[in-house]
């Protein structure tokens, strides 16, 4: 419930504040722009009728006043009177110091145990209360798994199917992660993979993995999982120099592992918001080309930073290990959490994996329908 109001600045903006002591200030043209009204907003969707460009530049709140503890506006010069829900209202508020809303991560190290972020194939499949769980380990940790599922080719897509949709690339709907004799990527070789980011040649990059485990009786092949997010933080902390090397200037990443593919992508190692906060991590030794836009004055502290990271992401204080069985999956935000493998012997016991990307606005639009309803 509101409990005062206070036009400033001749109106162009008012301070509000709640019974429970909270206070913020709004300014005239961002109330009006974003009123509640059928004229403004379609009752139907939601969506904007008008552009800026109805709205009168020099738009000032004439009056205000509260009623039911609702906020009652009066627009000049246009004389349109607007209601703004109180709940609404702090539910928007902008007026503070500090991040913005992006913060919803929390980061993990090698303490992270995998069980505390796993499903049951067959009860998150069933959607309600145990995919919406599911979900949200998802959007908090970049990473959560399933065990339990069938141990049948395909079986990873009804994971996608569950929150949105696969993202089909040059690898397919879905690819093949084991031993080949001729392999088109490291990836399908017995070799240990350092943790990474998938195809950061892509742009956009695919913003979710899936990797599905049907068999797994090979020695070693424990995959590993890395926060990134917090790994870029620890850099930051020691060393905001080589931090902002990577941030501030775009790698390079290039996958042309088939004749018929010629993938290219540049973009930063780190991408932060302009507020500073993380909002995605490329990480891959595999798919790094040649770096050409870092000036000449700074490559040497540009590779100083990125080795440092690649250290950071190697300590075993980082990392998550398990190991999968036939029939359990795990998903990773790829703009986020790193993944990778130990070693495995080609010989003796099999090792067969598939996998799939899948974006992560479906998934976190299943989420907040899942959480609303
Ligand atoms: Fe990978």
Redesign the pocket.
Known sequence: MLASAELLEDGQAIRLAWRDGAEARFHAIWLRDNALDPETRSPANGQRLITLGDIPPETRIAKARLDDGALQVTFAPEGKAVSYPADWLAGHVYDRAGPGRLAEAELWDCSLDPETATGDFAEVMAGGAALRDWLAHVRRLGFAKLTGGPTESGALLRVVEAFGYVRETNYGRWFEVRTEVNPSNL?YTGLG?QA?T?NPYRDPVPTL?VLYCLENSAEGGESQVVDGFNAAERLRAEDPAGFDMLAGHCAQFDYCGSGDVSLQARRPMIETAPDGQLTAVRFNNRSTAPITDVPYEHMSAYYAAYRRLGQIVDDPAMAATFKLEPGESFIVDNTRVL??RTGYAASGGSRWLQ?CYADKDGLLSTLRVLEAA
Request: hydrophobic share 25%.
């Open positions: 990836a993979l990474h998938d993995q993944h990778g996998g």
